[in-house]
């Protein structure tokens, strides 16, 4: 307990983040209606916008996060957490400012571009973070808890959204997303994997630790150069039967998840024509019903029931809230759903906690994101997209 205790500005530096960015979930969806499609219930382009954003970020992080982890692993996971975290800062500010058709494409754009690097940035350095500090048996009730944390803010956030106007949403989203930064920077203690200290800072050279005369990045070019290929990557996967078999599981829940979250919200606009507190109120019940397992339930649970089995009972609660979705025929359907979400959140911490036993401690940042999707509006709930 005393580890777990000891992330305690982790822990805060997550509920921080996590607030600014699903705080505004609830507006997004009517901001990008009256943009692109002003006066409409039904608009395609807003989904395929919102599906093309997905595929190009996606298509991003792959790229970037396994460079985010190698050089976490050998500049500290607060050094790297800096760049998310500021990043993610500039899209909220837009739409802080105006939310009109110009302004929502200048957030479409540059929210593409950050989140490549943004995306679940956060919340895997985070992990790793967790994995650095907290002991093998630890792990599953110590996700399970940085997951609650992050839920927690999920509630919190959208009980914000829920009384605030839009523009107001954005506006403390913005101040909030700052402050996470800076109180990241002022009060988390650095970590590195096997519990190394800091040596050198991210700009300076490994060799003689003084900076670059010509104040170019020669001090990264070992760091890039063990960017994973295609052969790590597989061999990686062939290293060990029960990763693999995490990593298929963790491919086919996240397209389930990706495909519910690029159209979830314009389904219950088009269908019953849900707005910004219709989609809080649901959104409230999902995350109280998500914190209180992850806070709650899971932990113990953990110490009863094998990994195994507690992911089993996660993956079938996510089929019976998509069967039973799938087949709304009222407005009070989608409410009734949340009851599976107890139960779907059971799926990250788990996946998370075996493969990372089944990887090396500089390994984790790479882990977590080939084990999870890793996405900012699914990092709380893991249902629905939210």
Same mark, same amino acid.
């Given at each position: 307990?005393?580890?777990?205790? #000891? ?20 507006? !997004? ?28 970020? #996606? ?23 800096? /760049? $998310? ?9 837009? /739409? ?20 490549? !690097? ?26 399970? !808890? ?32 700052? /402050? %996470? ?21 991210? &700009?300076?050279? #490994?060799?003689? #630790? ?10 990264? %070019?070992?760091? &890039? ?7 790590? !990557? ?60 992850? /806070?709650?339930?899971? $932990? ?9 089995? &507690? ?16 087949? %709304? ?58």
């Amino acid at each position: 307990m005393e580890k777990l205790a #000891g992330l305690s500005h982790l822990f805060v530096t997550v509920f921080l983040s996590s607030f600014a960015s699903l705080m505004v979930i609830p507006a !997004i969806t009517d901001v990008t209606m009256s943009a692109v499609c002003p006066g409409k219930d039904e608009c395609s382009l807003a989904i395929y916008l919102s599906g093309f954003q997905q595929a190009i970020i #996606g298509l991003g992080t792959v790229v970037m996060m396994p460079l985010i982890g190698n050089l976490s692993d050998q500049y500290g996971r607060k050094a790297l957490l800096t /760049l $998310p975290m500021t990043l993610s800062i500039i899209p909220l500010v837009i /739409l802080a400012y105006s939310r009109t058709t110009t302004f929502f494409y200048a957030y479409y754009l540059l929210r593409t571009l950050t989140a490549m !690097i943004c995306e679940g940035s956060i919340n895997c350095l985070a992990l790793a973070y967790v994995a650095d500090n907290v002991l093998e048996r630890q792990r599953t009730s110590a996700f399970g !808890i940085l997951s609650g944390i992050a839920t927690a803010a999920f509630v919190c956030g959208t009980l914000a959204a829920r009384f605030l106007s839009t523009a107001s949403t954005f506006q403390v989203a913005a101040l909030v997303s700052m /402050l %996470a930064a800076v109180y990241m920077r002022i009060f988390l203690r650095e970590s590195l994997p096997n519990g190394e200290n800091l040596t050198r800072p991210i &700009l300076k050279s #490994g060799q003689d #630790g003084h900076c670059q005369d010509d104040g170019d990045l020669s001090g990264l %070019a070992p760091v &890039l150069k063990k960017i994973p290929s295609i052969q790590d !990557i597989t061999g990686l996967l062939k290293s060990s039967v029960t990763f693999s078999q995490a990593a298929v599981v963790a491919f086919f829940n996240s397209i389930a998840e990706g495909g519910m979250q690029a159209s979830i919200m314009y389904y219950l606009k088009a269908r019953f024509h849900f707005s910004k507190n219709q989609y809080a109120d649901l959104m409230l019940l999902l995350g109280i019903a998500g914190m209180a397992s992850q /806070l709650v339930f899971m $932990p113990l649970l953990a110490q009863l029931v094998a990994e195994e089995k &507690l992911l089993a009972i996660g993956l079938l609660g996510g089929i019976a809230d998509a069967l039973l979705f799938s087949v %709304a025929w009222s407005n009070w359907v989608p409410y009734a759903t949340t009851i599976f979400a107890v139960f779907m959140v059971f799926v990250p911490p788990c996946l998370r906690s075996i493969a990372s036993k089944q990887v090396g401690p500089t390994e984790q940042v790479i882990m977590e994101k080939k084990i999870t999707k890793c996405s900012p509006s699914r990092t709380a709930i893991h249902s629905h997209g939210f």
